[in-house]
């Protein structure tokens, strides 16, 4: 094989995020997929699907370059996270008690695509607006039949990962039976740069931070509740559909943000817990391609930026003989992203099934357990510092 070209297969975050910081690394790099870029933002009008990005993923922007492009007015930062249980569980995080400004930012994922796009036209970034179909050694075939040479095939084709299947890597699926419902809403009272979640034992609200608008303060909503409950909600009539989150938002939240009016579209995501073994020889996977987590902690794109950027180091450090798909490179790579996977993934499912059980002594003690923790301060503080991300940054700090 002559090639060192590397293709990367999706062009959602993670994909783009892949292929920048391979044309930073000066890495004969490709893109495959979809080209669409984001539409112009408008003012007071904002993209359905909201991240909440950490610190580490902040920090992996500003290294590709990117996270200054952003348009600030766009941006809001997170200070504090109110979290409530079925029962009086109650903590509340504050980043000052870990000697933080902020523990997240809650960005438009058209806004991060937008500035992605950019650096990729920055940096020359070559660009198929095709689709990966199948895999053969050293080489990928796309839908329209184009033959295109590759030492490497980066995998960030989203969940349903056609290179996944192609590569025959295996994993495991399970369907938690929910929906992530999303909408954005005006708020009667200020959301005070805070993120607030509610458990319950069957769904799990969360309330993030937004630019205020016009129309008032706003907040984006991410309701994780059964499949039949979201689908009986999105069968609806628009009007009823508005009037029925309205009411069930303010009895979920006791009006703590007043009354909840829905400003923009509804729509659901099914919710999985997926992992997978992320490589094969020549191929290797990054993002929802490679493991999906519940939207409880909002982790999931956290950890597939978490992914590109240790698949950078590690080819960055290769030796200049090595090819980037050297299957010694790629199983380092499995190794280094198998604990923050597996930590996220234990964290997420343990959480959503602490709150799903009926069982009365359970529902005493997860309440309890909070009431405890929100009197800790050493532990709310690794909470604040697990929540923005920081965990290998502050364990570092530790050794010292
Ligand atoms: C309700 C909900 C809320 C969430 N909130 C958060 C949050 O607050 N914070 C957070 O970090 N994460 C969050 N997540 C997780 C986050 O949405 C995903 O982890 C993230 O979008 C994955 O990005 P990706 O680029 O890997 O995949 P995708 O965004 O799915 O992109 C995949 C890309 O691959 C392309 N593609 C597909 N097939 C092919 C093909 N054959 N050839 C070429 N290209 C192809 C697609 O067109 C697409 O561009 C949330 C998830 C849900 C469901």
Redesign the pocket.
């Known amino acids: 094989m002559s090639t060192n070209q590397i293709i990367v ?7 783009l995020a892949a292929a920048l910081g391979l044309a930073r690394q000066q890495e004969k790099v490709l893109l ?3 080209r669409k870029p984001p539409e112009p933002a408008q003012a007071d009008v904002y993209f359905p ?5 950490s610190s580490e ?1 902040k920090q992996f922007l500003e290294r590709l370059g990117v996270w200054d492009l952003l348009d600030f007015s766009r941006v809001t930062p997170v200070e504090s996270m109110q979290v409530y249980g079925d029962a009086s569980g109650y903590v509340d995080l504050r980043a000052w008690q870990a000697v933080q400004p902020e523990m997240a930012w809650i960005i438009e ?1 058209s806004e991060i695509e937008r500035v992605l796009h950019q650096g990729v036209k920055m940096f020359g970034v070559s660009w198929h607006d095709d ?3 199948s895999l053969t050694a050293h080489s990928v075939k796309t ?1 329209s039949g184009r033959q295109l040479e590759a030492a490497l095939v980066i995998g ?5 990962s ?1 290179v996944r299947a192609a590569a025959g890597i295996s994993g495991t699926s399970k369907p938690y039976g929910q929906m ?1 419902v ?1 909408t954005h809403l005006t708020a009667e009272r200020p959301h005070g740069h805070a993120a607030v979640q509610w458990f319950t034992s069957d769904s799990v609200l969360a309330l ?1 931070p937004m630019p205020d608008t016009a129309d008032g303060p706003q907040v984006s909503m ?1 309701w994780s509740m059964s499949n039949d409950r979201a689908q009986a909600l999105l069968a609806l009539p628009q009007a009823e559909r508005q009037a029925r989150l309205e009411l069930d938002l303010l009895a979920a939240t006791e009006g703590a943000l007043g009354r909840l009016t829905v400003r923009s579209g509804v729509f659901a ?1 099914p ?1 999985f817990l997926e992992r997978s073994s992320m490589v094969a020889p020549g191929v290797a996977l ?4 490679a493991h ?1 987590v519940h ?1 409880l902690a ?7 930026l978490g992914d590109v950027a240790q698949l950078l180091g590690i080819l960055k450090a290769r030796p200049q003989w090595c090819s980037p798909g050297q299957i010694s490179l790629l199983r380092r790579y499995r190794r280094v992203r198998a604990e923050p996977v597996m930590a996220m993934s234990l964290v997420t499912d343990g959480l959503f099934r602490l709150f799903a059980s009926h069982s009365a002594p359970m529902v005493v003690v997860r309440n309890l357990g909070m009431r405890l923790v929100d009197r800790m301060p050493f532990i709310k503080r690794q909470l604040i510092v697990g929540a923005s991300g920081e965990r290998s940054r502050e364990r570092g700090r530790d050794l010292k």
């Open positions: 297969c999706g062009t959602g975050i993670v994909g495959l997929g979809p699907r909201v991240y909440a990005l993923s994922s689709r990966f179909q839908e960030a084709d989203g969940a349903d056609p992530g999303v993030l991410v995501f919710l990054a993002g929802d391609a999906r939207p909002g982790q999931g794109l956290n950890l597939g």
